[in-house]
């Protein structure tokens, strides 16, 4: 009996321990697209041992298959109302990670059933590997995006290809965008409906060390029938949150003509822009294209550095 006390002490310690740490990890002002599916993915294993901690509380008498059941029934019931106790706080709360939470639920107590002294060897192999099996579907997509940080510093200086389908998780669009063959190379179509719908292409987290270089370059096609006013603009990482001065960041005011067009800015000129000192050339962060109303799709080629 005191044994069993015991274990149900530590195991709802435990719970309470990981449910308060998982809510007072401090969220950076700054959050990479990796560190936030990191912290994304840190609810699989803390609610993987929820649920074992759960297990431990039910039943000895129960069989193993109720136990199991009814811990992850409380585990996933913790991590629905963890979710919803930060609706009134900064985080937000959200369905990816209430599906993060079952599937660490749902790993943890295949480990359970499986270490279990009643499960016989060869059903022990066989959750073994279902468990793996699940971790490796929840460890995707920070296994992805890891995968784009590397092919983002393979590519540089070219900062926007197109040529690998990695390039499109720091992409974002306010129009679909529709990877394309022209001549034998890939290039971004953003197709605008009727009503000449704004384009804009932004690219977040560019690789950030642009010391050593001279020119930013932008290659794009235009299909529409008059020439169309463009903006480019560059934003390095201290101001890369909240809104910005319009004078504390490069921007430059550009048109481009029906057909290809091939802009080259000096770095210098971007370096210099901010009204009250120099831009960190080591901290670049952002690069966003913006058209106000084209009349045909905007295609982008590439975006490099010379």
Same mark, same amino acid.
């Given at each position: 009996m005191a044994e069993r006390q015991l274990n149900v002490i530590t195991a709802v310690g435990a719970i309470l321990f990981l449910l308060v740490a998982l809510h007072l990890v401090a969220i950076p002002d700054h959050q990479t697209l990796v560190l936030q599916q990191a912290m994304d993915f840190a609810h699989f294993p803390v609610f993987a041992l929820v649920a074992v901690g759960c297990f431990v509380l039910?039943?000895?008498?129960?069989?193993v298959t109720r136990r199991a059941l009814v811990a992850f029934v409380i585990a996933i019931t913790l991590g629905a109302l963890s979710e919803a106790a930060q609706f009134p706080t900064p985080r937000d709360a959200s369905i990816d990670d209430l599906i993060t939470n079952c599937l660490g639920a749902f790993t943890g107590l295949l480990a359970a059933i499986a270490f279990h002294p009643g499960t016989l060897a060869s059903r022990?192999?066989?959750?073994? !590997?279902?468990?793996?099996? !699940?971790?490796?579907?929840?460890?995707?997509?920070? /296994?992805? /995006?890891?995968?784009?940080?590397?092919?983002?510093?393979?590519?540089?200086?070219?900062?926007?290809?197109?040529?690998? =389908?990695?390039?499109?998780? @720091?992409? #974002?669009s306010a129009t679909p965008v529709r990877i394309e063959m022209l001549g034998g190379r890939r290039y971004c179509g953003l197709l605008h409906a009727a009503d000449d719908t704004p384009f804009k292409l932004e690219i977040v987290e560019t690789e950030p060390g642009w010391t050593g270089y001279t020119t930013v370059n932008l290659r794009l096609r235009y299909d529409g029938d008059d020439a169309v006013a463009t903006m480019l603009r560059i %934003?390095?990482?201290?101001? +890369? &949150? *909240? +809104?910005?001065? &319009? =004078? +504390? #960041? @490069? %921007?430059?005011?550009?048109?481009?003509?029906? *057909?290809? %067009?091939h802009i080259a800015i000096r770095l210098t000129d971007v370096f210099a822009a901010p009204r009250d000192r120099s831009m960190d050339a080591s901290r670049i962060s952002r690069v966003v294209v913006f058209t106000n109303r084209p009349s045909g799709p905007v295609c982008i080629d590439e975006i490099w550095l010379d």
């Open positions: 039910t039943s000895a008498r129960w069989s022990r192999a066989a959750l073994v !590997v279902l468990a793996i099996a !699940v971790s490796t579907i929840a460890l995707w997509p920070l /296994i992805s /995006i890891s995968h784009a940080y590397l092919k983002r510093a393979e590519r540089f200086p070219v900062i926007l290809s197109f040529e690998d =389908e990695a390039e499109t998780v @720091f992409v #974002r %934003n390095y990482r201290q101001q +890369d &949150h *909240g +809104d910005q001065p &319009h =004078e +504390d #960041r @490069f %921007n430059r005011a550009l048109v481009i003509s029906p *057909g290809w %067009n």
